[in-house]
Nanobody
Framework: QVQLVESGGGLVQAGGSLRLSCAAS????????MGWFRQAPGKEREFVAA????????YYADSVKGRGTISRDNTKNTVLLQMNSLKPEDSAVYYC????????????????????WGQGTQVTVSS
């Protein structure tokens, strides 16, 4: 069982930056690939970024590639998402999620591969 709590969301102007943090409970955190998803009103939940259990491999949606950086610290059970050059279309509720151990490649972009989810943190980018 993994419990996830996101923080770091808020209101920011276009062009600004935010760092989202996800704190995880559980002794086996280091075995889970981790991901960030987002959902805007009236839209489906979409993949943002993911990172392998060791932190050695990262994945990004085309919409955030070059602007986002995902990282993790397995000693602190945390996952971070640094977002720069924010745009109004980045506004959404951002969710941290833990995938089934071993998930990688194209399948890691699928929400169905993630078993544990946080409650989400709101990011609003004003123009």
């Amino acid at each position: 069982q993994v419990q996830l709590v996101e923080s770091g969301g808020g209101l920011v102007q276009a062009g600004g930056s935010l760092r989202l943090s996800c704190a995880a409970s559980g002794r086996t955190f280091s075995s889970y690939p981790m991901g960030w998803f987002r959902q805007a009103p009236g839209k489906e939940r979409e993949f943002v970024a993911a990172i392998s259990s060791s932190g050695g491999v990262t994945y990004y949606a085309d919409s955030v590639k070059g602007r986002g950086t995902i990282s993790r610290d397995n000693t602190k059970n945390t996952v971070l998402l640094q977002m720069n050059s924010l745009k109004p279309e980045d506004s959404a509720v951002y969710y941290c999620a833990a995938a089934r151990p071993g998930v990688a490649g194209a399948t890691i972009r699928r929400p169905g591969m993630f078993d544990y989810w946080g409650q989400g943190t709101q990011v609003t980018v004003s123009s």
